[in-house]
């Protein structure tokens, strides 16, 4: 399964849906990267993940790591359409960093 960046009703939020990707949290933020660099905007990205999965987390924590933005994180809530615990995040990208970060892990010059 790969990442995508769906739109929501606001311009200025999108969200990442599939955080479990086939390459992990890195491929997410390829992903992400790849949005902006193909002209995508936003301000705000969500993401959520069952806890019991936490390729979520995992994703908040490469986020933090390399500096990417400001992350902000829910308490866990219950998912009353699947029945299993989960947890939100609000990403407030650094794009430069992103960039970046893109650059120094995909050999790109």
């Known amino acids: 399964m790969t990442s995508v960046l769906s739109s929501q009703n606001c311009c200025g939020i999108r969200e990442i849906s599939g955080v479990w990707n086939i390459d992990g949290p890195k491929g997410v933020l390829k992903t992400v990267h790849s949005y902006f660099r193909g002209g995508g905007s936003c301000a705000i990205i969500m993401f959520s993940d069952a806890m019991a999965y936490g390729d979520g ?5 490469i986020i933090k790591k390399h500096k990417l933005g400001l992350v902000v994180e829910t308490g866990r809530v ?15 990208v650094n794009k430069k960093a992103l960039k970046a970060w893109y ?7």
């Open 78 to 92: 219950h998912n009353p359409n699947s029945g299993r615990a989960i947890k939100g995040w609000l990403w407030t």
């Open 103 to 109: 650059k120094k892990n995909n050999h790109e010059s």
């Open 57 to 61: 987390a995992k994703l908040s924590a």
